[in-house]
């Protein structure tokens, strides 16, 4: 499919890609060290290693568009625009933070940027999705709406019912499989029928394609195609992004069930230095700005980091409130 | 629901609905609506309730879905974080458990984990209760587990007035509802006008549907037609029922239930759903609490059987309590 | 597929499976008159015209194998033996049904014949069957575990559920979806993403065929192939068996959804009667010998009819019973 | 639970689990277990509780699964039908919500809408309990659900003996039961001993874990271990407490809570569940009824809050009760 596809990454949108990857590893490592450190302590599901795949479709995604994504989506919903100072507020449990300390990193939630759903339950992103794309075809709009999950997930009857619901609606969904070889300890290969995700969407009458979602070209290109295709009405899309997580299942995760040479395999074809050397070898941008561009990224993460621990904890009495609309009694 | 009762002209519960959802759709256009049969392709669902409305308001906004309760739930709650308030029909209340975790960890919860950044203003549509000889997966009132959830509401008619009124409400409600329908007392013509489309039942609020001195008789759903027709025969014994309709399952009415218990001291519950662990516990304990010492006898609930609803029919009728069952509780109490 | 298959239904097959076709119709018929003539009220889900269906497994199938039917199920019951004193007890709430009036027409069981679940609930046989077909795996046993759903269930999460872990597992199950083209009042074209289940398989790796349910010849080599693959230990096979239900979802239901000519062309084409001039012209057997056998069939019922309705009710107390396996307190 | 506690070796809960397992496998060639990452390719779950058992006893009988509850729970039945045993994990309670289907409609059902033909003798395991800051959707406690459901049997255990003697005595019942594990005092050694292999505990008896006279405190699970606690402070300040593990949530200990309650007079009931509709008011309008006018105080619930869990620290504390807020309670009911 890649060789026919219109959709072709040029220079300046690569180097934007970057941008967004960047920064989507350095939150990562951050947070790593701020847990390891313990200045915050939290439920963290590290992305290392999967920064393409969110950082091209943030580049793809307006405002507008929604996603719906899960306790792995930290990445996702940076490359969607998340800013950092709720963000790591929300991370830190503090009434500042985007969800008043409520919800946590597994339920992340930021409207204005579209991040309308972080679920902690594997493979419920896809269903409520389909109900932003039906929100979506109702106003007229050509707003697309994306999920997230894994490829464990792929085998829960979620999924399933909500792909034959966006076929058969011409949904402008997208589903986006970020296939990282496991789910927590259990590999893509052992628990997969058929060893192929995307081969699954003919089955519902759908468009289904497996891409390396560490390639950013390759990427771009089925991204683009999946979003040109809800944008015009046509339907959803299936798309497994082939990629890998570099740190087990969740921060903590003895990982010693990933063979050792696979995991060193992945870390040596790292992405986003991959990226970064790409950008540097074919001119695109120079050492020196690319390191401008990641102290850049630093300090902003600097500033949130300080910003969230600076603020206040919610009180007991936040109970209370936004459970319904109107306050429960004292 | 005065003397001139008779007077009135008869409609169904069923009835009822399907004007609500006629003058919802007329007058909200964010209203939209989706579940199995629902369309008028497919009839207008098993019961009919919205036949014409995918003619009258088109077929974007009322949709026939495949067997997928968890895709529908999720299609609504989706479409009401973008502004849409969905009414999401899950046929039978025994098939919301193949969509739990969209109901309870999702549409339930999301204000909450967003710290009331979204919302999700969704009405869960749902039939039930026993008499058809349907047996065992066809008819549990589940709604303890939905008031036992904080972030959703419950609420069930046992009038065409209230089931309209409630309906109104629910769909204008900014949190998540579930509407329980009885399909047994669905078709039945009560003497009760089709109200007009102003009339809103507020959610949260019983209604005495009978004044009484000696019992207080605490019920919803078809056991509220079971209540109001046990209290008529009380009163030919001589012990006046104080007939309390819940309408409103969680939050309830708090107020109303312990001012009426506070005035007879002798309280009775009645409700299809099993016994034990049903909703008659919260409300027995909190009464327990709040007016101990000043009750006349303790507490009495009476519920479904503890076993699945059975099919054949002596087992079916032994099964749930009846106005039979009732006026011998409420004769026993006011003794 | 069917050409090149080695399970040909010989003319002493094709007569047992008649035998047990003209129980199932005469079965339904019977019912239908029994609950219009008031003797019976029951809910009741027909089947006429997917008799061949049910009558070519029951052909194939051994007593310890199992089968875990639907709502929609008497004529897979019937097939697989069940016998018609208890069914018609059970239909009728009397104590001497084979459930003891507990379970009714959407819950028939008989584990003699290998007859575990009937379910109310769409799709819920598929993941039960599973766990059967895993105990006969543990038992080193090559019975094999069949279960039964409709069109509209193949929407449903728990089937994709269950057919993905019948892959992985390699089990002996045979997922035997009965096609009639409606869910219900719903089309099968209209819900069904792709508009082909049998192609769905090919997403789980296992395979995956599409049979008209109501040619037995067709039906018989492919549920033989089935099974044969179950009980050699390779693994689940998905049959997708088209056929048509003649008389609306449940009795009493208004089917002026259906229309007209296609149910007219389908009554048209009823596979009982077609069978059977096929025995006639084939000299397989003769009008007489049908003719005998379909009296027989009657007097059978008759007989089970009677006993039913002469049987005791259960008594109130029972449902202090059968709750756990020691009585609940009274 | 005597003096000599502190001699006692110290071991935790889990691994009184793990020790469970072992002896059951190798007890009983029928026993079989699947879940999510159980087996030793992927670690032997996620707290390890398996670690081993497929080494030792191989692959057949120990399964890991694709994430698909409701294939694992329809595995599980399945099998027990035909006549095996098998303990299923699902992996936390709130994922209970996507197989609620399978454990209500079928497993909890089958044997009585057979007639007794057929029976599904399973273990549900499944982890819960706040305290780790996950969140809305991974620590809920939701025994209610399965307390209301006819069929199918409830346990949690707050000491390494209980969890040990009540699950082997959950998998040799006949019945389905749900077994629930606190997570986050999993792994606290506790002052108890790893029980020898015919250690049983009843499923249906509750368990006196300290005896009191003044009030009777009834809990179970973490709130079990924050109860003890409570109690030993309460005696300090001259309160005697009785406090009751149920141990069995479902069918809970009538009788030897009824004894208690009659002995104090005063009974605190506390769970982490939401407090509205939890089993604490099944259990408090069960006192209350068949204790009326023996009380000296109305029955006190103490529960989780109406909302969902909360992640941020000081919210996660404050919404279920602990042994300071238990001692509170304790103290006003004493006056
Ligand atoms: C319904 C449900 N079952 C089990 C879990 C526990 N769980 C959390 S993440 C996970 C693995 C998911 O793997 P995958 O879908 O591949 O996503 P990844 O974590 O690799 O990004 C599991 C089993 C869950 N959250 N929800
Ligand atoms: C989970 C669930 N949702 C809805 C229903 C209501 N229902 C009963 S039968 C049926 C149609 C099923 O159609 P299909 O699977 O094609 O089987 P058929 O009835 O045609 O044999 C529906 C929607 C149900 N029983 N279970
Ligand atoms: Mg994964
Ligand atoms: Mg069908």
């Not at chain 2, 001139?4 to 003058?23: G, L």
């Not at chain 2, 997928?68 to 919301?96: C, D, H, R, V």
């Not at chain 2, 984990?113 to 589940?142: K, N």
Request: aromatic content about 8%; proline content about 5%.
């Amino acid at each position: 499919m890649v060789a026919t596809n219109q959709y072709v990454a040029d220079s300046a949108t690569l180097l934007e890609i970057y941008k967004r990857a960047a920064l989507l590893k350095a939150n990562d490592e951050r947070a790593r060290k701020v847990i390891l450190s313990g200045q915050i302590a939290m439920v963290y599901y590290s992305y290392r290693g999967q920064e393409i795949i969110p950082s091209v479709m943030g580049q793809l995604l307006r405002d507008d568009d929604t996603i719906c994504t899960i306790y792995r989506g930290i990445h996702d919903m940076l490359g969607k625009g998340f800013p950092l100072r709720p963000l790591w507020a929300e991370l830190a449990g503090r009434v500042t933070g985007s969800c008043k300390g409520k919800g946590g990193p597994m339920h992340l939630t930021y409207p204005p940027k579209g991040i309308m759903v972080t679920t902690g339950i594997v493979g419920s992103s896809a269903p409520i999705a389909n109900g932003l794309a039906w929100a979506a075809q109702l106003d007229k709009s050509d707003r697309v709406s994306v999920c997230t999950f894994g490829d464990g997930a792929s085998n829960i009857g979620a999924v399933h019912e909500a792909m034959n619901l966006a076929s058969i609606w011409k949904l402008p969904t997208i589903f986006v499989c970020q296939n990282n070889l496991f789910a927590e300890h259990t590999t893509f290969e052992k628990m997969t029928g058929g060893q192929n995700i995307a081969g699954r969407a003919a089955g519902y009458g759908m468009p289904g394609v497996r891409v390396n979602g560490n390639d950013p070209e390759e990427m771009y290109s089925a991204f683009a195609q999946a979003v040109a295709r809800a944008r015009a009405g046509e339907g959803p899309t299936l798309l497994e992004c082939m990629t890998f997580r570099f740190f087990g299942h969740n921060f903590g995760d003895d990982d010693s069930y990933i063979p050792k040479d696979q995991k060193a395999a992945a870390m040596e074809a790292d992405p986003v230095p991959a990226l970064r050397a790409r950008l540097i070898a074919d001119r695109i941008a120079s050492e020196h700005e690319l390191a401008a561009i990641e102290a850049d990224i630093e300090a902003q993460i600097d500033d949130a980091l300080e910003f969230a621990l600076a603020s206040p904890w919610p009180e007991p009495d936040d109970l209370r409130f936004d459970v319904f609309e109107k306050e429960i009694a004292a | 629901m005065s003397a001139e009762k008779a007077a009135k002209p008869k409609v169904s519960i069923i009835a009822a609905i399907s004007k609500a959802y006629q003058d919802i759709f007329a007058e909200d256009p964010k209203v939209i609506t989706l579940g199995e049969d629902l369309a008028d392709p497919e009839g207008g669902g098993i019961a009919k309730i919205t036949k014409g409305l995918s003619t009258s308001f088109g077929d974007d906004r009322v949709r026939s879905t495949p067997i997928s309760e968890q895709a529908i739930m999720g299609a609504a709650i989706g479409a009401s974080l973008a502004g849409y308030k969905p009414i999401a029909e899950i046929m039978l209340m025994n098939f919301t458990t193949v969509a739990m975790d969209m109901i309870v960890n999702h549409a339930a919860k999301l204000r909450f984990m967003s710290g009331g950044q979204t919302s999700v203003p969704i009405v869960i549509r749902t039939m039930t209760g026993l008499g058809y000889g349907s047996g065992g997966q066809h008819c549990d009132y589940l709604e303890t587990w939905f008031a036992h959830t904080a972030g959703i509401k419950v609420c069930a008619a046992s009038t065409p007035e209230d089931a309209y009124g409630l309906l109104r409400s629910a769909v204008e409600d900014p949190d998540p509802v579930i509407f329980i329908e009885n399909l047994p007392t669905y078709h039945a013509p009560m003497a009760f006008e089709l109200p007009d489309s102003s009339h809103r039942v507020p959610l949260g609020k019983a209604a005495i549907q009978r004044e009484g001195s000696d019992v207080t008789l605490i019920a919803y759903a078809r056991m509220a037609v079971e209540a109001r027709a046990a209290a008529v025969q009380a009163a030919e014994q001589g012990v006046s029922v104080e007939v309390i309709d819940l309408r409103t399952i969680a939050p309830w009415d708090r107020e109303t239930v312990l001012a009426s218990a506070r005035k007879t001291g002798r309280v009775l519950i009645a409700h299809e759903a099993v016994k034990e662990h049903g909703v008659g516990a919260e409300i027995a304990a909190v009464i327990n609490e709040e007016l101990f010492g000043a009750l006349k006898k303790p507490v009495k609930r009476l519920g479904g059987a503890f076993s699945a609803v059975p099919y054949s029919k002596p087992l079916e009728t032994a099964y749930a309590p009846d106005a039979a069952r009732i006026l011998a509780a409420i004769i026993e109490l006011a003794k």
